[in-house]
């Protein structure tokens, strides 16, 4: 933090900011008062304040440089990943085969997987997700030269399945490793918060880039930012992981892999679906749909962080009963909405206002749960099985039904059910914490 280099231990103020304050101040007596005041300061007391705004995201230097990563990787994905399937529409795909490519990423990710396990206990959790990070940018070039089914098109299934399975499992794991339990809400917020800031840049850019450069110059500078995502990575410490799982141990995990596949489900059958509403009904420009999801991720910044707050402060289980009653609403919206412009925007804001709780409530839960496990990297690699596996099923209905000519709005219908299953698995996530908090001593199973 700022506060470690600009003062010491003892107090002792550096001059810059002294320098600063005499310099702004005209009243010889306010000059005198605030600079005391800045001497009377130390590094603990900023330490403080940061806790207090952010818990201890904004007090951790590991933290820090993860969100800074994380930024800067989702500014690639909106470069990028955010105008896949889209871009897959315009290179004359139907909807079914796109479809039926990201169910193709998922299950090869899913068959990779095990590797992941070889690289961390090879290299490290670290280099293991700067590797993840580095084939992210390969998908860059590959996306570019796809022009319809063609080669290029199985090239970038397949780096984009071997970047996933090496990004995601290890990015969870450390993030749950690093971070503390108690001010999780407010570390997701505030990391989606960030996201969410440098996640407008990207699609912004990506949208002016496709429409008046191509796909050359916008996906080439998602692979460039995702080059310097890597560089934070390297002063992030090397979290312990045990060489070898305790007898049993997958079997502890069944509440990860049920929340990530629900998400894996519901992201994958009413997210890419509204992507593509979205597109469609902003006449398929790709500068005007790149400057709405900027709009939709500023939008949608605040509230995340608000609701990870409310987590912390002990409303967890209220938080999921809100969460899954707008999502619900939210999706109902989406599919009754039409495709009039106006009226989807309308929809997509209110969505983007009304979303902020998804995110934190879900992943505090994960990474919690991961927290109290054996070990974090274990239990991600067995969650993110769950994500893959939803996803596959999701991807295959979704394409399935395109193809008998179900509309791409009935399709986020399929999600409700799902969201119902989340939020009771979640409640009992939450319940069972705060019994243990309530219990000092009691372990959390991490199921």
Known sequence: MAGDAEFSTDGARSPEPVAFWQRSLKNEAQKNQVIDHCRGLSGGTLKAIAKLVGGRFLADRNLNRLALHSALQQMAWGLLNG??????????????????????????????????????????????????????????????????????????????????????TSYHAIFAALGESDDRGSQVGWRELLIALAGAAGPAAGGIMLTFSGPWAAFGAAALVEVFAVLPLKGVIEPKIALAAAPGAYSLYRRGIVLLGTDGWI???????????????????????????????LVGAASGLLFGRLIDLGHARRATVINALTLSATLVAKAVCGIDALSVLAVALSTAALGGLYVPSLMTAIYNEAKASACPFRFHFAAEMGWDIGGIFACLAASALCAFGVSLQTLILLALPIVALQAFVLDDSYAERKTAIAAPGTELPGR
């Open 83 to 168: 105008f896949s399937a889209v871009f897959l529409l315009r290179q004359g795909l139907p909807v079914s085969k796109i479809f039926l490519c990201f169910s193709g990423i998922i299950a090869l990710r899913c068959a990779i997987r095990p590797a992941v396990l070889a690289s961390v206990r090879g290299i490290g959790l670290r280099s293991t997700l700067i590797l993840g990070t580095s084939l992210y940018a390969a998908q860059g070039p590959l996306l570019a030269s796809v022009h319809g089914i063609d080669f290029a098109l199985f090239g970038y299934c397949l780096v984009a399945a071997v970047a996933q399975a090496f990004y995601w």
């Open 267 to 297: 992201f994958n059958i009413s997210g890419w679906a509204w992507s593509l509403i979205m597109f469609q009904a902003l006449r398929a420009r790709y500068d005007t749909f790149g400057g709405s999801l900027a709009l939709l991720a």
